[in-house]
């Protein structure tokens, strides 16, 4: 069943773009596109292609919506988390820092910074 929704929702994605291309621009972009309209109103008349439009976006909705019913049906068996089970968790060792006596410079007992030239 999963499938054939899938499929018909596919097919109404691939229609619904194609049916879009197809129209003609109402001149939203200023001069590009198709052209501006009716001069008496603003809202052209509701063609064939605008109606076949909302037809097919509504149904595209409707097997959205199907799809999304049918996927919640199958996963309410439990969640994720319920199928991994009780494992413990084990922590990684992290490795220790490094004590400050590292970090600071050498004493003036030590050895000098710059090798002396012999």
């Not at 972009?29 to 309209?37: P, Q, R, T």
């Not at 439009?53 to 049906?73: D, E, G, K, N, R």
């Amino acid at each position: 069943m999963e499938n054939v929704v899938l499929i018909i929702h596919l097919l109404l994605a691939l229609s619904l773009i194609a049916v879009v291309l197809l129209q003609r621009s109402e001149g939203g972009l200023g001069s590009m596109g198709g052209g501006g309209g009716g001069a008496v109103s603003g809202r052209s008349a509701a063609t064939a292609m605008g109606k076949l439009t909302w037809v097919i976006a509504i149904a595209f909705i409707c097997t959205s919506i199907a799809l999304t019913v049918i996927a919640a049906q199958k996963s309410s068996s439990g969640s994720v988390v319920d199928r991994l089970g009780n494992t413990p968790v084990t922590e990684e060792s992290v490795p220790s820092l490094p004590s400050g006596e590292d970090l600071l410079p050498p004493s003036s007992g030590d050895l000098p910074l710059v090798p002396s030239a012999n």
